[in-house]
């Protein structure tokens, strides 16, 4: 099985100031197959990344994915008050599909 | 525009067996990874499995048998059945599906969740 460590457990960051959040794979992940997601509170997840850097439909530019092997980032640029959610890494290039623990985004 | 909507009982009582279906509305049945996640309260997001169009199916082992994931072309829908529910089991079970926009096997599109508890 592919492990998924999301770091850190909780971001704590201010309007307009950016966010940097960590996904670490225990092996290397096809980059065709990573992606993150955003769970708002009461909400389903919402895909934001996929193939690690490109942007879902409707999803504002300030959200950036990169990496590859078995280290991803999700850096969202300008923090804004809506982006409060916790955010998941996902990989399905295994034949088991895993999510990281979940990031939790916090908004000062 | 597509959407997913979960239906099936709330309550479910232990070692009985959880059955939950997905109804596809604004496309039909076809090339898509038709896809099941659950998520515990209090916790992160665990894949179930999933049923390609064709019937193909693919199981997250942790579930030991107990799952099987199916599509329905007529009725455009898919189901969930998971056998000998324990407590462990309560989760809230999102319904899920790749989209054309996106890439295979990147779940685009999410129902809104239903939540199932297992309790006598």
């Known amino acids: 099985d592919i492990v998924l460590t999301q770091s850190p457990g909780t971001l704590s960051v201010s309007p307009g100031e950016r966010a940097t959040l960590s996904c670490r794979a225990s092996?290397?992940?096809?980059?065709?197959?990573f992606a993150w997601y955003q769970q708002r509170p009461g909400q389903a997840p919402r895909l934001l990344i996929y193939g690690t850097s490109n942007r879902a439909t409707g999803i504002p530019d300030r959200f950036s994915g990169s990496g590859s092997g078995t280290d991803f980032t999700l850096t969202i640029s300008r923090l804004e008050p809506e982006d409060s959610a916790v955010y998941y890494c996902q990989q399905s290039g295994d034949s088991l599909w895993t999510f990281g623990q979940g990031t939790k985004v916090e908004i000062k | 525009q597509v959407q997913l909507q979960e239906s099936g009982p709330g309550l479910v009582k232990p070692s009985e067996t959880l059955s939950l279906t997905c109804t596809v509305s604004g496309g039909s049945i076809s090339s898509y990874y038709y896809t099941w996640i659950r998520e515990p309260p209090g916790k992160g997001l665990q894949w179930i499995g999933y049923a390609y169009y064709t019937g193909t199916t693919n199981y997250n082992p942790s579930l030991k048998g107990r799952v099987t994931i199916s599509v329905d072309k007529s009725k455009n829908h898919f189901s969930l059945t998971l056998t000998s529910v324990t407590a462990a089991d309560t989760a809230v079970y999102y319904c899920?599906?790749?989209?054309?926009?996106?890439?295979?096997?990147?779940?685009?599109?999410w129902g809104r969740g239903t939540l199932v508890a297992v309790s006598s």
């Open positions: 899920a599906r790749d989209s054309a926009a996106a890439a295979p096997r990147v779940l685009g599109y």
């Open positions: 092996q290397s992940v096809g980059s065709y197959y």
